[in-house]
């Protein structure tokens, strides 16, 4: 099967087998990755190590049958699309299968008072599901009824008694208004969500540790998205904010933030700074290369999925909260404000 795999995906077949088993850090290019583990997925493979008896010949393996798992994305419509979610999503996926589950499927928050979404999950034996993302009170409701086994990722601290695994998004906001404001900026707008969003709590935590009040005229209160940073940022330029920095929640935010800053003639950093959170691929191919947080997704994703299948197969029974660490990558979109 892994030479049937390599002549599909047109690389060796020790680089598949690498790929499969993770057997290095860097086992080949993300593009070259995804292939395999595609094909991989159509063709059922089943892992070397899911056969119960390896040594017996190739006519008389016994594979165990695959357990599968389920991702609900509580975030967003869907996660496909979106960088943070879409990255958690692939690395459980790719973890999962190693220990002989498969991601069955994948809905949003925004798809559970659909009749369908209710009935695919009763016809589907779900062993266990991965919620990405910030939970309300009706969502946690529909998984306590419906799942026996979740793990929870995300940024947010969630209040509930499930598997958690956290990089904590207060603190990082809150380190990177501490940056912005040790550069000697006084006055910093934020775009992003405020509701319930503990990015926007560091945010304003920051400040006031500094005895800078929050401003709400340099708040931008929007759906994290590109488009939506590109109007927040105009909204703001053309009330007459007069930050001299601009933090936005995550990097495709900060994208349309940019924008809006050069079409309004002003230079990135020289007359205003700009950072974001995620430290996605295109970070450091925009010009000028943005400030961000690096947030280790794909080791995130991993540990979600070795947390819940540990819990199905009764590895662990008290809930257990992993805190994962973040850096600031500085670039070339901040420096100290302009001189006036």
Known sequence: ???????????????????????????????????????????????????????????????????????????????????????????????????????????????????????????????????????????????????????????NNLDAKYDQIICDGENISYDVVTFLLNQGHKKIAYVGETMNENRYTGYCRALSDAGIPVDQKNIADIIQSTEEGYKGVCRLLDSGCDATAFFCADDITAIGAMRAITEHGLRIPEDVSLTGIDDIDTAQYLTPMLTTVHIPLEEMGRMAAKILIDRIEGGHEKHIKILFPYEIMERQSTSAPPVK
């Not at 993770?22 to 595609?38: F, G, H, Y």
């Not at 991989?40 to 056969?51: E, F, S």
């Open 1 to 155: 099967m892994l030479k049937e795999i390599a002549i599909e995906a047109g690389v060796s077949i020790s680089t598949v087998s690498r790929v499969i088993n993770q057997s290095t850090k860097n086992p080949a290019s993300k593009e070259v990755q995804d292939r395999i583990w595609e094909i991989a997925k159509r063709k059922n493979y089943i892992p070397k190590h899911a056969v119960k008896n390896p040594r017996e010949s190739q006519e008389s393996f016994s594979p165990e049958p695959l357990r599968s798992i389920a991702c609900l994305f509580a975030r967003v419509p869907d996660g496909e699309s979106d960088f943070f979610f879409s990255t958690l999503a692939r690395s459980i996926e790719k973890e999962a299968f190693r220990h002989n589950y498969i991601l069955k499927y994948t809905f949003s928050a925004y798809d559970i008072d659909d009749p369908l979404t209710l009935q695919l999950i009763a016809a589907n034996e779900i062993d266990g599901i991965s919620v990405l993302g910030r939970c309300d009170k009706q969502l946690l409701k529909f998984l306590k009824k419906h799942f026996q086994y979740v793990v929870y990722t995300g940024l």
